[in-house]
């Protein structure tokens, strides 16, 4: 065999082929399925051309299905931050902040975050879910137990899991309920956990957290609340715990990848509480700290929210003027589902709002309970009042019984 046909042959056993074994096999099964259901999956790129206009395949469509509540992740003062960030500290933090990817931005956002929010004390994560699924394991383990909202989001049931603890769920914001179960299981616990989101990611409503602490106080609990989708937007920005200042959160946990505008996310608490989970959440000890541009930009971000307390109103006066102009229950965050049912409908409705140049994303199991697909609109600062007219217009007759 001469040498270039040696080498071509080489090449060839190099092509990769088609692998087919039990777990592809397993594998295209389950898609079938979930296709035959209407619940796969497909990423689609998206360009955000601005705080509110998107470009997908080729359309321009005025997004209602993003979590930039402020719009601030395209705003200048914000963009600069973040660029300003990069080129002073570098593209990534380089290691675990407890080796060398402490940079000095991380510490100036903890103590802004305490301070902003009202606690002794603050640390960052890498997202709201290694948050969660890394605070939770290190204050509770076995032998203790975890109240949770049945509809609270996944991380926290992820972090429940990983704790080892006994997970007592309650219905979605029945305290009489979670009342009932704390009379019976917190006597056999040694710690106890409620695990709760401050706003509902998926039903725009809110926990009400006053009759909740006063609970958690009464049973010697700790609360624990996720306010990721409340951090902005609520309170004058401060947050959902904001509306209820008698309580007592002990684990104030939000993200900066809502109306903050960026990626990240943090925990405010009491300063031994904060030392521990720097010294023992594994999510924190074993992930490389944040990157310096995502922790300039919430630097800024925090700034402009701080000083523009009429900013952080106004998603939630322009979700109240879209559930008004349908007759829908008053909005309670920025966030109004529309509720459809079948998975088959809630897609068609969304290509039905598409053609009409609104991108207004189906939401559907597991996401949601089965039963229950719907249209999670998401309003924001920037939106314009006729477009939120139009779009009530355009989903009045999506919503309609056949």
Not at 1 to 18: E, H, L, Q, T, Y
Not at 49 to 67: A, P, Q, T
Not at 95 to 101: N, P
Not at 310 to 325: E, Q, V, W
Request: aromatic content about 6%; proline content about 5%.
């Amino acid at each position: 065999m001469s040498k270039d046909a040696a080498f071509n042959a080489g090449a060839a056993s190099c092509i990769p082929r088609p692998v087919i074994n039990s777990l592809s096999t397993f594998a295209a099964a389950k898609l079938q399925d979930l296709e035959t259901a209407h619940l796969r999956r497909r990423l689609t790129p998206t360009h955000r051309l601005d705080g509110l206009w998107v470009e997908r395949e080729g359309r321009r469509l005025l997004s209602f299905s993003c979590n930039d509540y402020l719009n601030l992740s395209h705003h200048p003062v914000v963009i600069e931050a973040a660029a300003s960030a990069a080129r002073a500290y570098g593209a990534g933090a380089g290691a675990s902040r407890l080796v060398t990817g402490d940079h000095p931005l991380l510490s100036t956002l903890e103590a802004r975050l305490a301070a902003f929010k009202g606690t002794e004390a603050a640390c960052v994560f890498g997202s709201g879910y290694l948050a969660n699924a890394g605070l939770i394991p290190t204050l509770i383990g076995p032998g203790d137990g975890v109240f949770v909202d049945e509809l609270a989001h996944a991380c926290i049931w992820a972090g429940a899991q990983l704790s080892g603890a006994r997970i007592i769920p309650f219905a979605h914001n029945d305290l009489t309920q979670l009342a009932d179960r704390l009379r019976a299981e917190r006597p056999v616990l040694r710690h106890a956990m409620i695990a709760t989101d401050g706003v509902f990611s998926m039903d725009g409503d809110i926990a009400p957290l006053d009759r909740i602490s006063a609970l958690a106080q009464a049973h010697e609990a700790w609360l624990l609340v996720d306010d990721a989708h409340g951090l902005g937007v609520l309170g004058q920005g401060k947050g959902t715990a904001a509306l209820f200042p008698q309580a007592q959160v002990d684990l104030a946990m939000g993200t900066f990848s809502k109306a903050i505008g960026g990626y990240g996310a943090y925990v405010c608490a009491s300063g031994p509480v904060i030392d521990l989970l720097r010294t023992r959440a594994r999510t924190f000890v074993y992930s490389t700290g944040l990157p310096p541009a995502s922790a300039g930009a919430a630097l800024a971000a925090l700034e402009i929210i701080a000083s523009q307390p009429d900013l952080a109103a106004r998603p939630l006066a322009k979700a109240r003027r879209f559930t008004s102009a349908l007759g829908l229950a008053e909005a309670q965050s920025p966030i109004v589902p529309v509720v459809l049912g079948d998975a088959a409908r809630t897609l068609g409705a969304m290509r039905a709002l598409e053609a009409q140049g609104f991108l207004a994303v189906a939401i559907r199991p597991p996401t949601v309970p089965l039963g229950t697909a719907r249209l999670r609109l998401a309003f924001t600062a920037g939106h314009d009042d006729a477009d939120i007219d139009r779009l009530a217009t355009a989903v009045a007759p999506l919503m309609e019984t056949e």
